[in-house]
């Protein structure tokens, strides 16, 4: 049995031509599936005949929430939601004055071992596909009977070591006939896979592009993250700036500031060394302090002088201050306990 939620015009399209079904009725059955209806009975427009036959190999099935936890401050909502096999999927809904921004993820764990990150404790679990990310949203937005604005695929997972389900679902999610959202509302957020970078600015989709940087020395930033090992600082510099050059849209670092570690003079100094001729912009985040790793916030004064370094050598900066925000610019920080039910 396979669920049409998730399944492409061209493989609904599919599914009507192995059964001889004109291709109208494919319309009709994608349109139905992404109106956000659970069961097939509910196309009111098909045949009985049709329905009866679809029935025999598909279904519709979408994520389930199963809890929501309320953050103190912000008008921010934290979305627990379960999978078929029964995983949990964290989603962030996040309140701002330009709109609903939903933060999504795109793996059930993940493997990428930042040391900062809450997400990784439990390692790699699996892949999601393309209707589990797109289900996230439908959910939020049936929940709040809201329309979400913007996407941030920031949650736990690295999209862009789930390619190609996270294509599909860029593709899915921009549809006309399901949520239409503009391919500039959305941002994908990257620990840095280089060679993945060069395909997304390649693939055409337009996307806004996020890269978690944390440290601009290379022997540094492979031990708090490991993917630095296999992708150098200078090969994702180049990669960010191919991105920039094809698709005229700015990069932006997150910088996530731990005391002691990378918030130095010397390292703002090297940042900007990196950066300097990247049209960019670096988000600084003090960091949300994460339960049995040594990680601690960076100090009111290495904040600002950190920030007047960056800015002094004209690299557009921003510095992160709210909770709500710091979820939206730290993936994987979800579950660092800042959250009470309500
Ligand atoms: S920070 Fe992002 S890429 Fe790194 S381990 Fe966490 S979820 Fe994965």
Not at 59 to 82: A, P, S
Not at 113 to 128: E, P, T, V, Y
């Amino acid at each position: 049995m396979i669920n049409l939620f998730g399944l492409s015009k061209a493989d609904i399209q599919k599914i009507a031509n192995e059964n001889n079904w004109p291709s109208y009725r494919a319309a009709q059955i994608f349109e139905w599936v992404y109106k956000g209806i659970d069961t097939i009975d509910e196309m009111s427009n098909l045949p009985g005949l049709i329905r009866e036959e679809l029935k025999n190999k598909y279904y519709i099935y979408q994520m389930q929430i199963i809890k929501k936890l309320r953050e103190n401050k912000t008008d921010t909502v934290k979305y627990l939601l379960k999978t078929e096999d029964n995983l949990q999927i964290e989603a962030v809904l996040m309140n701002y004055k330009h709109g609903i921004s939903v933060c999504i993820s795109t793996q059930a764990g993940c493997g990428m071992a930042c040391a900062f990150c809450a997400s990784a404790k439990d390692g790699m679990i699996r892949n999601l596909t393309a209707g589990e990310m797109l289900s996230q949203i439908y959910a939020i937005q049936k929940d709040t009977n809201t329309r979400v604005d913007n996407i941030v695929m920031m949650g736990s997972g690295e999209p862009l070591a789930n390619f190609e389900n996270t294509m599909a679902f860029l593709n899915l999610v921009s549809d006309e006939d399901t949520l239409n959202i503009s391919k500039r509302s959305i941002t994908l957020s990257t620990c840095g896979l280089s060679d993945k970078i060069y395909a997304l600015a390649d693939s055409g989709a337009g996307i806004n592009l996020s890269v978690s940087l944390h440290n601009p020395i290379q022997s540094q930033r492979e031990k708090i993250m490991p993917v630095a090992k296999k992708y150098s600082i200078d090969e994702l510099i180049k990669a960010c700036s191919y991105y920039t050059c094809k698709t005229k849209r700015r990069v932006t670092f997150e910088y996530a500031l731990i005391e002691g570690q990378n918030d130095t003079s010397y390292h703002a100094e090297q940042l900007v060394r990196k950066l300097k001729t990247l049209n960019c912009l670096v988000n600084l985040i003090p960091v949300n302090e994460v339960e049995g790793k040594e990680i601690k916030k960076s100090s009111e004064n290495n904040i600002k002088n950190f920030y007047d370094i960056l800015t002094k050598n004209n690299i557009n900066t921003t510095i992160r201050r709210t909770l709500g925000s710091s979820i939206n610019a730290a993936c994987g920080q979800l579950r660092a306990g800042i959250y009470k039910e309500g």
